[in-house]
């Protein structure tokens, strides 16, 4: 009875699901491995520390504007300054509306980079009598340049 058994949950379906998922995922990890190798081999060529194109720093940043009642605008927040011999480009952007006593009377008409990619435009539209809070926000990487 046991070896009856065993091939019934052999064959069934949840078993060769169980399988092709494991396989999938041993395939995964096979990949990560071979891809962490060529990592380390490509460590062993010495590059000059903080070299042009080095990724120096991530800074956030925010622009709160009142949205007047019944109206549509745009809040454009510009990456920070860069300092000396970096540059800003912005890498990601997004909205809050959650001060805002009346959440649900904004629509969000686009939100997008702007300022030749350094900074984040995004265009509410109040649809209550009052004015709201809205604000924008940029996520801004600081490269070294020579």
């Known amino acids: 009875m046991a070896s009856t058994r065993m091939i019934e949950l ?5 078993t060769i699901e169980r399988r092709k998922a494991l396989q999938g995922l041993a395939s995964s990890l096979a990949g990560v491995a071979a891809f962490s190798a060529m990592g380390a081999s490509a460590k062993k060529k ?3 520390k903080g070299s042009a194109g080095t990724l120096v720093r991530i800074q956030p940043a ?3 504007d009142s949205i007047p009642g019944l109206s549509t605008q745009t809040v454009t927040v510009t990456c920070p300054a860069a300092g000396n011999k970096e540059e800003a480009f912005a890498v990601s952007g997004g909205f809050d509306v959650s001060t805002s006593p009346n959440v649900g009377d904004f629509v969000i ?12 435009a995004v265009t509410f539209a109040n649809t209550n009598a009052g004015p709201q809070n ?13």
Do not use: D, M
């Open 10 to 14: 052999r064959n069934s379906g949840e």
């Open 46 to 48: 010495k590059k000059k």
């Open 62 to 64: 925010q622009q709160t």
């Open 109 to 120: 008409r686009a939100s997008q980079f702007s300022n030749s990619l350094k900074g984040w």
């Open 134 to 146: 809205a604000t924008a926000t940029v996520l801004c990487a600081y490269f070294k340049t020579r």
